[in-house]
């Protein structure tokens, strides 16, 4: 019954913003770790950025520190991720992945980026492209 929907992808030109969003049903993410994962042809799989669920520390990919900002809003049982200054590089199917675990942000991001651990979303889109 837990349930995980992305959504605010689209098509933007570079250097453009996008911020995404991931629902959960069935249970409360303030409870879980939370992660977003990107998947593009022909490249590896990444864990984009990554947020704990005990402390709140968040980690993020080199290749889009300063640009992305991961946050989590338990009201609305809800985790955003705000991309800024987008590349056709950032062009890729993002996922909300979520687990109860206690793990720092950066070990939950290395575990997304090797298997589907947890509760998997369908993923939404992101296309950035003149």
């Known amino acids: 019954q837990l349930h995980i929907v992305e959504s605010g992808g689209g098509l933007v030109q570079p250097g453009g913003s996008l911020r995404l969003s991931c629902a959960a049903s069935?249970?409360?993410?303030?409870?879980?770790?939370i992660g977003w994962v990107r998947q593009a042809p022909g490249k590896e799989r990444e864990g984009v950025s990554c947020?704990?669920?005990?402390?709140?520390?968040?980690y993020y990919a080199d290749s889009v520190k300063g640009r992305f900002t991961i946050s989590r809003d338990n009201a609305n049982n809800t985790v955003y991720l705000q991309m800024n200054s987008l590349k056709p590089e950032d062009t890729a199917v993002y996922y909300c992945?979520?687990?109860?675990?206690?793990?720092?942000?950066?070990?939950?991001?290395?575990?997304?980026?090797?298997?589907?651990?947890?509760?998997w979303g369908q993923g939404t889109q992101v296309t950035v492209s003149s």
């Open positions: 069935g249970f409360t993410l303030d409870n879980y770790a």
């Open positions: 947020i704990s669920s005990s402390d709140g520390s968040t």
């Open positions: 992945a979520a687990e109860r675990l206690v793990v720092p942000g950066v070990i939950f991001c290395g575990i997304l980026a090797h298997g589907k651990l947890g509760t």
